[in-house]
């Protein structure tokens, strides 16, 4: 069962390659995909426009064409050069993991500090959390996020609440999980799940996850070098769909703050992750069927905690809100920021807030273009909340 597991992995990797890197034409001239998204930063002349990084600069403006998995590598290599105590390890890392995310790592730095562990998610967590405890900085990777479920007790009932249980003695505030999640376009029920808010209910760990390259390399620093138990969720849908040009020196992205990626008068549009894109395209359409619409989208990037004061502001502002991700509707990360949003904007908002969201079902194979949120839904959705 392990030997299958393993390789069906990895076929599913070789399968994404073929597949994540597509972009169709679709309704009104608006190319949908990640390929023609406006977001990624193509040209290093337009990397340092963003504030958070435009005090690089002036100090190294160097930048390199990477994809998302390749930003991730980056930003693991930073972190053991410049961290002794910083190790790599879970199931095939050394071998540069399914979809390759930590190639190199061994040969260069030693099979001392990137090494394989056994198939067993709940001993992977529980490592990690005993290095932690004793100054390590653990990278660990659960190989699909699917298979987190087993490290669920480990997580939640041990790092979450080290610190908190000991007074703040100790704590295992270097410890980082990496895991690959959400829809891939053939993964099926066990390769496409997206379970942050199973963990977004735990006081005690933060959670992440990027939409491009320059994100993920930035969010993954901060992350590991954070004082807090991080769990970073990576959409493996974006590892070689999504290409910019990245810095190539050593910085962070703030965590537990929100990026305002388009601004706009008329709707709030909140996303994270791969959604993002998806979202991006509704816009387009909105704006083109209903000139004059103006709509701002914002991306989350940390999960938990979120970034309440930049969404409640854009809500106050807009009067209205519409949320999308992959996981099911059903205590989704979706209703917590529209109970939030309700708390502070009740007297600002014009319209319902909507939400579109994965169904109350498990991920299905040959209906996941039913599933997922699309651009029509996110589409329908922003029509909604505009003409009601």
């Not at 910083?86 to 071998?95: P, Q, W």
């Not at 067993?120 to 405890?133: D, L, R, V």
């Amino acid at each position: 069962m392990l030997s299958i597991h393993r390789q069906s992995s990895r076929l599913l990797s070789l399968l994404n390659r073929g597949y994540s890197t597509q972009a169709v034409q679709s309704i009104d001239n608006i190319q949908e995909g990640v390929a023609y998204s406006k977001l990624l930063k193509k040209d290093s002349s337009e990397v340092f426009r963003s504030p958070e990084l435009a005090q690089m600069s002036s100090t190294n403006s160097e930048t390199k064409k990477m994809n998302l998995f390749q930003a991730v590598n980056d930003a693991m290599s930073i972190a053991l050069s410049t961290d002794d105590r910083a190790v790599i390890f879970g199931e095939d890392v050394s071998f540069g993991g399914v979809f390759r995310a930590t190639s190199g790592l061994a040969e260069q730095f030693g099979r001392d500090r990137v090494f394989n562990t056994p198939l067993t998610e709940q001993g992977i967590a529980g490592f990690a959390i005993g290095m932690a405890s004793v100054g390590h900085t653990a990278i660990a990777e659960i190989q699909f996020a699917d298979y987190i479920f087993p490290a669920f007790d480990q997580l939640v009932n041990e790092a979450a609440k080290f610190r908190y249980r000991s007074g703040n003695q100790f704590n295992v505030g270097g410890l980082t999980i990496r895991s690959p999640c959400s829809a891939v376009g053939h993964g099926g029920h066990y390769h496409s799940q997206s379970p942050e808010a199973f963990f977004t209910h735990c006081p005690g760990l933060k959670i992440v996850t990027p939409r491009s390259p320059i994100q993920a390399k930035g969010l993954l620093l901060a992350s590991i070098r954070d004082r807090n138990p991080v769990i970073f969720f990576e959409p493996k849908i974006l590892y070689r769909a999504a290409v910019e040009e990245v810095p190539v020196a050593d910085y962070e992205l703030p965590l537990g703050k929100a990026e305002v990626i388009k601004k706009g008068s008329d709707v709030t549009i909140v996303g994270y992750g791969s959604q993002i894109y998806t979202l991006e395209n509704a816009i387009q359409l909105a704006e083109k069927k209903m000139p004059g619409l103006s709509c701002e989208l914002i991306d989350l990037r940390t999960i938990a905690p979120w970034d309440v004061e930049t969404v409640v502001a854009s809500v106050k502002k807009t009067g209205r809100l519409v949320i999308a991700h992959e996981a099911p509707k059903t205590s989704g990360v979706g209703a917590e920021i529209t109970s939030t949003v309700m708390e502070h904007c009740f007297l600002n908002l014009q319209a319902p807030i909507q939400r579109v969201c994965g169904w109350d079902t498990p991920f299905p194979l040959v209906f996941e273009k039913f599933y997922v949120p699309s651009m029509i839904r996110c589409f329908d959705a922003i029509k909604t909340a505009v003409t009601y």
